[in-house]
C-alpha cells in the first residue's frame, strides 16, 4: 500500500497554517482558525523506542495531524520529537507518542514548552540522530 503524505504550508509568521495540499488532487481547505495560536513542544520519550520503527511513526503521526517540526534519536536510546501546532493537535500527538507503534515500548514521554523556531515552522521531518 502506498504511503500517504499530506503537505502542510505555514504563514511565514508560523502562527497559523495556510492551507493543507491533498497528494489525490483533492482542492486545498484552510485549516484552523484565527484564534488558534500555534505553540512549540519538545518531547523525550524513553523505553524501546529506537529500532522498532517510533521515528516514521511520529512523523506519520504529525504529518496527518497537520503538526510540523522534527523527531530524532537520541543518544541516550531515547527519542526527540519537536512538535510545532495548536493546543488541541499537540494534546493528541502527546497521547499518540504514549501509544507508540506497535513494536515499541514507551515508558515516559516527558513534555517540556520551546521556543517557536520559524525553520522548522514548514513541515515535519525525521532528523539525523542527535
Given at each position: ?24 488532487g483533492v ?53 526527540e520529537v519537536?512538535a510545532i ?46
Amino acid at each position: 500500500m502506498a504511503r500517504r503524505t499530506y503537505f502542510t504550508h505555514f504563514a511565514a509568521d508560523a502562527s497559523r497554517p495556510l492551507v493543507e495540499s491533498h497528494p489525490c488532487g483533492v482542492t486545498p481547505w484552510v485549516l484552523g482558525s484565527v484564534s488558534e495560536q500555534r505553540q512549540a513542544k519538545r518531547f523525550h520519550v524513553s523505553g524501546q523506542v529506537q529500532g522498532v520503527g517510533y521515528r516514521f511513526f511520529a512523523c506519520h503521526v504529525a504529518e496527518r495531524l497537520g503538526i510540523a517540526g522534527y523527531v530524532r534519536n537520541m543518544r541516550d536510546g531515547g527519542v526527540e520529537v519537536y512538535a510545532i501546532g495548536t493546543e488541541a493537535q499537540l494534546r493528541t500527538l502527546l497521547a499518540e507518542l504514549r501509544r507508540g507503534p506497535r513494536h515499541a515500548f514507551v515508558e515516559e514521554v516527558g513534555e517540556t514548552a520551546a521556543e517557536l523556531l520559524p525553520q522548522f515552522a514548514s513541515h515535519f521531518s525525521i532528523d539525523q540522530d542527535g
